[in-house]
């Protein structure tokens, strides 16, 4: 009896875990895209509302007011910080293609000695390989004439459409924002004792603390990698350190794409030109971001969020499959939401047995007397 209690156990448990992972996914699937901008809303709500809130109690500002006021500042100096660093980039980005006919001639010299080299090897008359090169190079640019060229203009349109719409998504979020810090209040006021608030305000807290975790943990990992990046290339005296760290550190945080496409070839040319040094230091750099990015990502984000890190990354690996890049993030959070919500259905059927077997004692008892 006891065995087909537990089975009948399992089975629901199971049956409740499907419906609930089918409902994550159809809501990812096509409500996310609807509502993805009034979440962006409620976390810049979420940021300026200790900063709103000190306005109203202190100095009797509206909500309305302060928000905006709050807003503006948020939005002030994360503009100040992108120009900052915006700058030395753009500096270095300047400063390297001024330097690219430089480069480009010390790349022709060295393809000039690569084709020597191969018509010595397989025995080819001097200056074959280089012809080939030369054709290849000729066909590649005709088919960049072709095909590329004359899509620029549509696809400059195309991106001008996105950036309007992307100015006027970004206008409606910092207008919900300033609009949910103002009516949080007095919605969690009318809806704080219905039973559909508490179940949804368990599972949105327990996401936003474990966003704030997950995005803290990208965010310190990135720093590393970059870091580690700079530092390298500091070592072996790149004057684009800086700019060349951060890129090799936003690639790294992709993951079908990595920081080995910059710093291997980058290593193998070295060892090729006889820099052993440079090749040395940017394979321990690519290695030294591995590490960090497999051992401190699912052990780090998996700690922070209450979730194993297998889990964690098997989360990660399954979002990606199924939601391309978006997936590495909608991954683990679909998982907090499937914990959360069986925890949830758990805890209440635990509740209302509790329940009903004190009312059958009860009953029990009054029969009894």
């Known amino acids: 009896m006891k065995i087909w209690e537990d089975m009948n156990e399992r089975v629901k448990l199971f049956i409740k875990m499907v419906i ?77 293609a001024r330097s690219i006919p430089a480069y480009l001639s010390i790349l022709a010299g060295k393809l000039d000695n690569i084709c020597s080299s191969c018509d010595d090897i397989f025995g080819l008359v001097a200056g074959s390989a280089r012809e080939v090169m030369d054709d ?103 004057e684009y350190a800086l700019l060349l760290g951060i890129l090799i550190a936003i690639l790294d ?20 030109n006889g820099n052993i040094f440079a090749s040395a230091v940017l394979i321990t750099v690519y290695l030294l971001c591995q590490i960090i990015r497999e051992v401190a990502e699912p052990k780090l984000i998996g700690n922070r969020i209450g979730i194993k890190p297998l889990y964690t990354l098997i989360s990660m690996y399954i979002g990606l499959k199924i939601f391309g890049i978006a997936g590495f993030v909608l991954g683990p959070v679909g998982l907090i939401i499937i914990i959360t919500i069986l925890k949830g259905i758990n805890e209440k059927e635990d509740k209302d047995s509790d329940i009903d077997m004190g009312l059958y004692t009860l009953d029990k008892g009054e029969n009894l007397e």
């Open 136 to 238: 290849n190079i000729v066909k590649m640019i005709d088919r960049v004439k072709t095909d590329f060229i004359p899509g620029m203009t549509a696809r400059t349109l195309n991106l001008t459409v996105k950036l309007i719409a992307f100015t006027g998504v970004l206008l409606i979020i910092l207008i919900s924002a300033v609009l949910i810090i103002k009516e949080i209040p007095e919605l969690r006021r009318k809806y704080e004792n219905s039973n559909l608030y508490n179940d949804i305000n368990k599972v949105t807290v327990k996401l936003a603390d474990a966003g704030i975790a997950y995005m803290r943990a990208q965010l310190l990992i990135m720093v590393l990698v970059a870091v580690c990046c700079v530092t390298g290339l500091v070592i072996i005296g790149n």
């Open 253 to 272: 945080a992709l993951p079908l794409i990595g920081s080995g496409m910059i710093l291997i070839p980058w290593s193998i040319v070295m060892l090729i």
């Open 20 to 96: 609930i992972t089918l409902g994550v996914y159809l809501g990812f699937r096509f409500i996310l895209p609807l509502i993805l901008p009034f979440l962006f809303a409620y976390i810049l709500a979420w940021i300026i509302k200790p900063s709103t809130e000190f306005l109203y109690k202190k100095a009797r500002i509206p909500r309305i007011i302060g928000g905006s006021t709050s807003l503006l500042v948020l939005v002030f100096i994360i503009g100040l910080g992108f120009y900052y660093l915006g700058s030395l980039l753009i500096k270095q980005a300047i400063n390297f």
